[in-house]
């Protein structure tokens, strides 16, 4: 079992949809929790950090619950430029800040 | 300003062969990192520097592999003895310092096939 998991998707949904992505982590140690985009055949980008409290960017909103070891990200009213893979990536406090990632969830947005 | 840049963008080798792989960070960041990343796959970690020094190679997955970064900047990845399940995309990522709130801006990666 990987350490982060997360539902690979596709996930394909029209223009303006609302689009939610899941992802749970096994280790407890982790401490801090990020999502990245990644577009086809290029790097990956820091898209947001992601907070107990929960935190907004614009359309993006990401959830964390240490309880059950979960983390979410909602983009509402989808654009084409959201097509892309979201990766999910803790850093685990016992660690040397090495990024710890999920195999991505890949999103189609269709006109 | 100019970004993580890492060459050659693409490199095909046989397999056995012998590859370098260069990552220059961003100017004035101490802490490099070296992942990969396979089809499919979200990039898994290899080896961490802060300054000259290898502070964590733990992800470095046998012997073959080894990494330098003498002067405390651009760092090499060396490949030995390539073998075909050593294609893949290998990023290198640099932050300011070290720390869990620390942004790692990535490469472009460099594409690895052998054959």
């Known amino acids: 079992r990987k350490e982060v998991e997360q539902d690979p998707g596709p996930f394909n949904v029209p223009e303006g949809a609302t689009v939610a992505f899941n992802c749970t982590y096994s280790n407890s140690a982790s401490q801090s929790f990020f999502w990245y985009r990644q577009d086809c055949r290029k790097e990956p980008k820091l898209l947001m950090s992601v907070y107990s409290s929960g935190n907004e960017d614009g359309r993006f909103t990401a959830q964390l619950n240490r309880a059950s070891q979960y983390i979410s990200l909602l983009i509402r009213d989808s654009k084409l430029s959201d097509s892309a893979t979201y990766l999910c990536v803790v850093i685990r406090m016992d660690s040397s800040y090495k990024l710890i990632f999920g195999s991505g969830t890949r999103l189609l947005v269709r006109p | 300003g100019a970004g993580v840049s890492q060459t050659p963008s693409n490199k095909v080798t046989e397999k056995g062969k012998y590859v370098e792989l260069r990552c220059d960070p961003i100017s004035g960041h101490t802490a490099l990192y070296w992942y990969r990343q396979s089809l499919g796959q979200g990039p898994e970690f290899l080896i961490y520097?802060?300054?000259?020094?290898?502070?964590?190679d733990s992800g470095l997955p046998n012997d073959r592999f080894f990494a330098v970064r003498p002067e405390g900047s651009v760092s090499t990845l060396k490949i030995q003895r390539t073998e075909r399940g050593d294609s893949a995309v290998y990023l290198c990522a640099s932050s300011l310092s070290p720390g869990v709130q620390e942004t790692q801006y990535f490469g472009p990666g460099t594409r690895l096939l052998v054959l």
């Open positions: 520097f802060q300054g000259t020094g290898a502070a964590d």
